[in-house]
């Protein structure tokens, strides 16, 4: 299999309201859609979606779309490929930008699946036919959040995230649970905190938290090592992981019970397929996150969540629960906190190449 063209579209989705975390507030969400074209007449779709702004990766969009054009388009189109391992031989020259690569690396992926006649989900040996749902509540005030969770539970979503930061965190996890009682409950707290809040810490500890996650810097895993000893609620990691290798060290070190893995975030599916195998080698849980990307990477979630060490609900609200619109005919819909992993051909999705269109900001044809 050959890619002989890509056109690389930059598209900006409003979002239903703003959505704030430790880092900020974002009111628009820009992201990176790539359509790849084989010489077989084949047309595989991907999204890389990092950030606008570099707060939470140092990748941003417009780094991305550089580093399409300039660096990885040249690498890929025209060459041979036989399976995803060959595909991302193609690039390994290239350090980090797993954003970037993500999105050539997901529409190969799609691509492979429909030379073999199989879903993407088959084709990453997924097991599930469903998966649980979790939700993720930003930042806000406490009728707003309280909202949204009594909302979230009304429609049976199998766990709430709650963004904390420092001066917004432990009198609200006591609300909440004072308000809701024992629901599946954990904290996200994006890198905002050091081991000078482990008192803290130690308080969280006694709400039964299902996880914290990424308490500490993003680039961390000896003080999240020496936080975990301290506390019996278990670590996420999710910043701190952007590859296999990452894991490994994480593991060998005890500085978490569980990943967070991203696909865009450690480069792709393969390498989340990587990250897994070695998690469930070790007992450690894995679950899937999100970007709030468009329903493509979204589509793409779904099959790597398919998997079976993925053992916690993921973040998988429906994209038109945070955006105005969404680039497929028909997305994915949530029952009772329960996603169907497409059994299609392929994404298991049609595209709305139209509304790509429409919402384009940029386009780079290579």
């Known amino acids: 299999m050959t890619i002989i063209s890509a056109t690389v579209y930059q598209i900006d989705i409003p979002l239903r309201q703003p959505f704030t975390t430790s880092f900020g ?9 790539v359509k790849a074209e084989t010489s077989d007449g084949l047309i595989g779709w991907g999204e890389a979606a990092p950030l606008a702004f570099p707060i939470y990766k140092p990748e941003t969009v417009a780094f991305a779309m550089i580093t399409l054009q300039d660096y990885l388009a040249p690498l890929i ?22 954003f970037a690569k993500t999105g050539f690396e997901t529409a190969a992926w799609m691509l492979l ?12 040996g997924g097991t599930k036919k469903q998966i649980e749902t979790g939700i993720s509540v930003g930042i806000g005030s406490v009728s707003e959040i309280f909202d949204k969770i009594e909302t979230g539970l009304a429609a049976g979503t199998k766990r709430i995230k709650l963004k904390i930061r420092p001066d917004w965190d432990l009198e609200l996890v006591k609300q909440v649970r004072t308000t809701f009682g024992d629901i599946p409950l954990m904290v996200d707290a994006n890198s905002a905190y050091t081991l000078a809040d482990i008192e803290l810490f130690k308080k969280l500890d006694t709400y039964r938290l299902l996880m914290i996650e990424q308490p500490l810097a993003d680039d961390d895993i000896i003080d999240h090592s020496v936080l975990q000893q301290k506390l019996e609620t278990p670590i996420c990691l999710d910043e701190s992981i952007s590859s296999v290798e990452d894991a490994r060290r994480a593991i060998y070190l005890k500085a978490c019970k569980i990943i967070n893995i991203k696909p865009g975030r450690v480069g792709g599916l393969l390498e989340t397929k990587k990250i897994h195998d070695l998690c469930q080698q070790n007992n450690v849980g894995v679950w899937c996150g999100g970007m709030m990307e468009s329903g493509i990477a979204r589509a793409f979630n779904i099959a790597t969540a398919s998997q079976t060490n993925y053992i916690y609900p993921a973040d998988m609200d429906e994209t038109l ?15 009772n906190g329960l996603v169907e992993v497409p059994a299609e ?7 709305d190449e139209e509304k790509i269109i429409h919402y384009t900001t940029q386009t780079l044809r290579l």
Do not use: C, W
């Not at 699946?113 to 990453?124: D, F, K, M, T, Y």
């Not at 629960?321 to 029952?335: K, Q, W």
């Open 25 to 33: 507030t974002i009111t628009t969400r820009p992201t990176i859609i």
């Open 77 to 98: 189109l025209g060459k041979e490929f036989q399976s995803i391992e060959d595909f991302n031989s193609l690039y390994q020259s290239i350090k980090g930008n797993y």
């Open 113 to 124: 699946a429909l030379e073999r006649n199989v879903s993407i989900s088959q084709l990453i």
């Open 321 to 335: 629960s945070y955006f105005t619109d969404d680039v497929l005919h028909t997305g994915y819909h949530i029952a």
């Open 345 to 351: 051909t392929g994404l298991g999705f049609m595209i």
